[in-house]
């Protein structure tokens, strides 16, 4: 019988991970202008005209009170990503060669961007998860107090992975976005 029940363990986990909601995301893209017709006067353009991404974490949750003890009832989590993305303005000018070389930027641009992306979505789960998992608290006060506190933690610790990831892959170079 002791077997049977270890049996059981996986299948309970993977069920508990599958009623966790997946985080809401919103994406927004902003485009930026850049011009040239030749890779160094493209990147002349891209570096005056450089803007940064970012992305937010949000979490809400609710309680359940009893006398001397709350508890959380629900969380959720919301991810906004707000991605910068150059627009290269057309050139009748501009070689083949260098539009080519473009589009390979961007296509590997827009692949760091979404590893940025999935960066915040992995840490709204983990808030979600963390706050879920809070043990009751004497008073509702507390326990908010606990589930922001945590959630904190956590945004800490998702803006020093962001700089981590940037870091590894030298801000996308090292997965192809470098232009030229």
């Known amino acids: 019988m002791r077997l049977q029940r270890w049996c059981l363990l996986p299948a309970l986990l993977s069920l508990s991970a599958a009623l966790l909601a997946e985080p809401a995301l919103s994406t927004r893209v902003q485009q930026f202008d850049v011009q040239g017709n030749t890779p160094d006067t493209i990147r002349a353009s891209l570096n005056r005209d450089r803007q940064h991404s970012g992305s937010r974490v949000d979490w809400h949750f609710t309680w359940e009170s009893t006398p001397g003890q709350c508890r959380l ?13 150059p627009r290269l303005l057309p050139d009748a000018t501009r070689p083949a060669s260098v539009q080519k070389q473009w589009d390979s930027y961007l296509l590997a641009l827009q692949a760091h961007q979404d590893g940025h992306v999935e960066l915040a979505l992995d840490y709204a789960r983990q808030i979600e998860q963390t706050l879920l998992a809070l043990p009751p608290q004497a008073s509702c006060e507390q326990l908010s107090q606990s589930a922001n506190a945590a959630g904190q933690r956590l945004l800490s610790a998702m803006g020093a992975a962001d700089r981590e990831y940037d870091k590894r892959t030298q801000h996308g170079a090292l997965e192809g976005a470098t232009f030229p």
Request: aromatic share 0%.
């Open 73 to 85: 009832s629900s969380a959720s989590t919301e991810v906004s990503v707000t991605s910068h993305m």
